[in-house]
């Protein structure tokens, strides 16, 4: 009796444990999320923008206490995005664009929203819409607004924030000026006289500066190259901006590809430039297009920009004569997110260098170094994850998105040496968010058939041993520029989203490996541009197929019940680990992945990011999933919004009807109006919840 009632203790304690470890997807993903972390300058305020469930909202903060407020109290899942958080200069308005910029409708509304500008009033808290539009730039003097509207660029003065807006005045104003390119990079000079821009012309691109008092525009040395990212000399009378060579006949450009980037000074007056660096080796265009401010001149007159001529994107000073070069964030590891000191003298940083601990690899921390050069010194350390840092102030206080394994990015304090560190917001979760039965997934490391080695992370459920034999399940981030880590995701709502689908599943009992397979960033120049990747041979799916056979060495997975799910390009490596390894990949789950590159090509253009030009197709197709869809016989799920300007929804049309006629079991989850990276809440609970059941379906057979 004592031996069959331990017996039936033992088993009630474990079905308690297991109740205790499980909860429901909701529960998950309750936890708010925080994006667009801005500060106040002079003014000691700092604002940003919460994603809840599908709510989103501004919040704002100030010294001395620094206690978060909402300043907007929008309660909908509508699919409206909110961005371009910029103070006035004074730190009493916080100005803001809400909608969404091609006009997507995920609600199936009868009259979809536009894109609009709003106005926030910090001290009686009002919310007033300016104009329909998007782009805001507050001059330096405070005195006017420059946004987009239909292509060209339109001036409102902002003392009519501080009584009420005449929008139909603001809705008849004409344009600025008008250009027949793309206007992009607008950039207030220092004395808030003129305003430079880049005019994108399809196989060129000019810089030019508009005069305000004159009513003329000066284009700074125009040539027959790509001119980009203006940024003002402190006194208003130059301008640094980057070039790069111009497009040949029948030339198109690659993510791939390796270009000539140089650093050119013009001035304004007379629009004459000069190259001030030509860096040693064509390090492609890359550095200078993710960063979000690539090309700063300071106050102390140095440059600072990205590069990665050395392999690794890291930030550069220079002078603007072209002398006194230096690399401000050494070591073999890339820079992301930067700012200025207040004084700007320093650069404050997040990457994922490291000195002690190697899987910071795929983590960020966050770092200072001096203008003038030295070594780099950590503000941060340890499991977190750390980016987005603003300075607050003249005080040296630093705000930064803080996030981890098992919450979110929320918005935390630090002061100027890296002491005082504290979390802010949220101050609160709902009670069952399962913080505590989050698993803290660990780094590997394995090689691929070529012998290119490969990172990863591995969420091992609680309850794992060599008795049991768990399910398992790879995921492939999008991108492929992309790299998931250790923690929550700090790049939008997307990837945060989907490293949570990680731990849910994990909560459910599968071991899961997500792999930052080659052609991702995080791991050096070379590792992203990896030969014959994409439609040139789909080199890094030996990658997906080294995760699968990494997973069936470890002696707590079933090899025989390993699933593949992921979206965008992890959706196009889904895919081809189902049609060429359906023996390996037991099932799989395909969110608007690629499915076939030639197709791809010919309806994007010739360009479609990966130069698929007419003597590639042949190439292309067979690196495709459709090449070898006669070899596919795993189940899948496919997942995708009809409303995708990324990935052509036709490509899960063809591929479904392609498995219908050879007879493979599919199923489909269709989310009418959603576009590539799905606005609505509500659309990513659907699908998710699909994906996790049809795992469960398809992978329920155990092999023991």
């Known amino acids: 009796m004592k031996i069959l009632l331990a017996v039936v203790l033992g088993i009630w304690s474990l079905l308690g444990a297991t109740r205790a470890e499980c909860f429901e997807l909701d529960q998950l993903l309750k936890a708010p999320m925080t994006t667009e972390l801005v500060a106040a300058g002079d003014a000691e305020r700092i604002a940003w923008v919460t994603y809840e469930q599908g709510r989103r909202n501004v919040w704002f903060a100030e010294a001395p206490n620094f206690v978060p407020k909402p300043l907007t109290a929008f309660d909908q899942d509508d699919g409206q995005r909110i961005g371009g958080?910029?103070?006035?200069?004074?730190?009493?308005?916080?100005?803001?664009?809400?909608?969404?910029?091609?006009?997507?409708?995920?609600?199936?509304?009868?009259?979809?929203?536009?894109?609009?500008?709003?106005?926030?009033?910090?001290?009686?808290?009002?919310?007033?819409?300016?104009?329909?539009?998007?782009?805001?730039?507050?001059?330096?003097?405070?005195?006017?607004?420059?946004?987009?509207?239909?292509?060209?660029?339109?001036?409102?003065?902002?003392?009519?924030?501080?009584?009420?807006?005449?929008?139909?005045?603001?809705?008849?104003?004409?344009?600025?000026?008008?250009?027949?390119?793309?206007?992009?990079?607008?950039?207030?000079?220092?004395?808030?006289?003129?305003?430079?821009?880049?005019?994108?012309?399809?196989?060129?691109?000019?810089?030019?500066?508009?005069?305000?008092?004159?009513?003329e525009i000066t284009w700074l040395s125009p040539g027959v190259d790509f001119d980009s990212d203006p940024a003002w000399s402190p006194d208003s009378s130059r301008i640094a901006f980057?070039?790069?060579?111009?497009?040949?006949?029948?030339?198109?450009?690659?993510?791939?590809?390796?270009?000539?980037?140089?650093?050119?000074?013009?001035?304004?007056?007379?629009?004459?430039?000069?190259?001030?660096?030509?860096?040693?080796?064509?390090?492609?265009?890359?550095?200078?297009?993710?960063?979000?401010?690539?090309?700063?001149?300071?106050?102390?007159?140095?440059i600072v920009f990205y590069s990665e001529h050395e392999n690794w994107v890291h930030v550069y000073a220079i002078d603007p004569d072209g002398s006194g070069l230096v690399d401000l964030t050494t070591g073999a590891c890339e820079a992301e997110h930067s700012t200025l000191s207040h004084d700007e003298s320093e650069l404050i940083f997040s990457s994922n260098c490291s000195r002690k601990d190697a899987a910071d690899k795929d983590r960020r921390h966050l770092w200072r170094t001096a203008l003038a050069g030295g070594q780099p010194t950590p503000l941060t350390s340890g499991r977190s994850?750390?980016?987005?840092?603003?300075?607050?102030?003249?005080?040296?206080?630093?705000?930064?998105?803080?996030?981890?394994?098992?919450?979110?990015?929320?918005?935390?304090?630090?002061?100027?040496?890296?002491?005082?560190r504290r979390k802010i917001f949220p101050t609160q979760i709902a009670d069952d968010y399962p913080a505590q039965?989050?698993?803290?997934?660990?780094?590997?490391?394995?090689?691929?058939?070529?012998?290119?080695?490969?990172?990863?992370?591995?969420?091992?459920?609680?309850?794992?041993?060599?008795?049991?034999?768990?399910?398992?399940?790879?995921f492939m981030h999008g991108g492929p520029i992309r790299q998931m880590?250790?923690?929550?995701?700090?790049?939008?709502?997307?990837?945060?989203?989907?490293?949570?689908?990680?731990?849910?599943?994990?909560s459910k009992g599968y071991v899961v490996l997500s792999v930052n397979y080659r052609s991702g960033i995080g791991y050096g120049r070379q590792f992203r541009l990896a030969d014959n990747q994409g439609p040139r041979g789909a080199s890094e799916y030996q990658d997906?197929?080294?995760?699968?056979?990494?997973?069936?060495?470890?002696?707590?997975?079933?090899?025989?019940?390993?699933?593949?799910?992921?979206?965008?390009?992890?959706?196009?490596?889904?895919?081809?680990?189902?049609?060429?390894?359906?023996?390996?990949?037991?099932?799989?789950?395909?969110?608007?992945?690629?499915?076939?590159?030639?197709?791809?090509?010919?309806?994007?253009?010739?360009?479609?990011?990966?130069?698929?030009?007419?003597?590639?197709?042949?190439?292309?197709?067979?690196?495709?999933?459709?090449a070898t869809v006669d070899s596919w016989t795993s189940p899948v799920l496919f997942i995708h919004g009809d409303d995708d300007r990324n990935v052509m929804f036709g490509q899960t049309i063809d591929?479904?009807?392609?498995?219908?006629?050879?007879?493979?079991?599919?199923?489909v989850l269709v989310f009418p109006n959603e576009v590539h990276s799905f606005l609505r809440y509500e659309n990513w609970l659907r699908a998710f919840d699909a994906t996790e059941h049809f795992l469960s379906r398809n992978l329920s057979q155990s092999s023991q």
Do not use: C
């Not at 292509?151 to 008008?178: M, N, T, Y």
């Not at 430039?273 to 993710?290: L, M």
């Not at 750390?386 to 630090?414: H, Q």
């Not at 969110?591 to 990966?610: K, P, Y």
């Open 544 to 626: 997906i197929v080294a995760a699968g056979e990494y997973l069936q060495s470890l002696n707590f997975v079933d090899a025989n019940r390993i699933g593949l799910w992921g979206g965008s390009y992890g959706g196009y490596l889904t895919a081809m680990g189902l049609a060429r390894d359906s023996d390996l990949f037991a099932a799989g789950v395909d969110l608007h992945g690629v499915h076939d590159w030639s197709w791809r090509g010919r309806d994007f253009g010739n360009d479609g990011w990966w130069s698929i030009t007419d003597d590639l197709y042949p190439l292309a197709y067979q690196s495709s999933p459709v």
């Open 655 to 667: 591929m479904v009807q392609r498995l219908r006629q050879a007879g493979v079991h599919n199923e």
């Open 85 to 215: 958080l910029q103070f006035s200069p004074d730190g009493e308005f916080l100005f803001y664009e809400q909608g969404n910029a091609e006009a997507a409708n995920p609600s199936s509304l009868a009259a979809p929203p536009e894109q609009v500008i709003r106005v926030i009033e910090l001290a009686s808290g009002r919310d007033q819409k300016i104009a329909a539009g998007q782009g805001v730039r507050v001059s330096p003097d405070g005195q006017h607004l420059l946004f987009m509207r239909s292509g060209s660029p339109v001036l409102f003065e902002i003392d009519a924030a501080r009584s009420s807006i005449d929008r139909d005045d603001i809705a008849q104003r004409e344009p600025l000026f008008r250009d027949r390119g793309t206007i992009q990079d607008l950039a207030w000079a220092p004395d808030s006289r003129r305003i430079a821009f880049t005019s994108f012309r399809d196989d060129h691109s000019f810089v030019g500066v508009y005069d305000l008092g004159r009513g």
């Open 385 to 420: 994850i750390e980016t987005d840092p603003v300075v607050i102030g003249s005080g040296g206080l630093i705000a930064f998105r803080d996030a981890g394994a098992r919450y979110p990015a929320g918005i935390a304090l630090l002061g100027s040496n890296g002491e005082e």
């Open 242 to 302: 980057f070039r790069t060579p111009g497009l040949t006949k029948d030339e198109t450009r690659s993510v791939i590809e390796s270009r000539d980037v140089s650093l050119w000074v013009a001035d304004i007056k007379n629009g004459d430039g000069v190259p001030v660096w030509i860096p040693p080796v064509a390090n492609g265009f890359f550095a200078q297009d993710y960063p979000q401010n690539p090309l700063r001149w300071t106050v102390t007159n140095r």
């Open 437 to 474: 039965r989050l698993v803290e997934p660990v780094a590997i490391v394995f090689d691929a058939a070529d012998g290119v080695q490969v990172h990863g992370q591995l969420f091992r459920p609680a309850k794992t041993g060599p008795s049991k034999k768990h399910k398992a399940v790879i």
């Open 485 to 506: 880590l250790l923690g929550y995701h700090y790049f939008g709502e997307y990837y945060a989203l989907t490293y949570a689908m990680n731990q849910y599943l994990a």
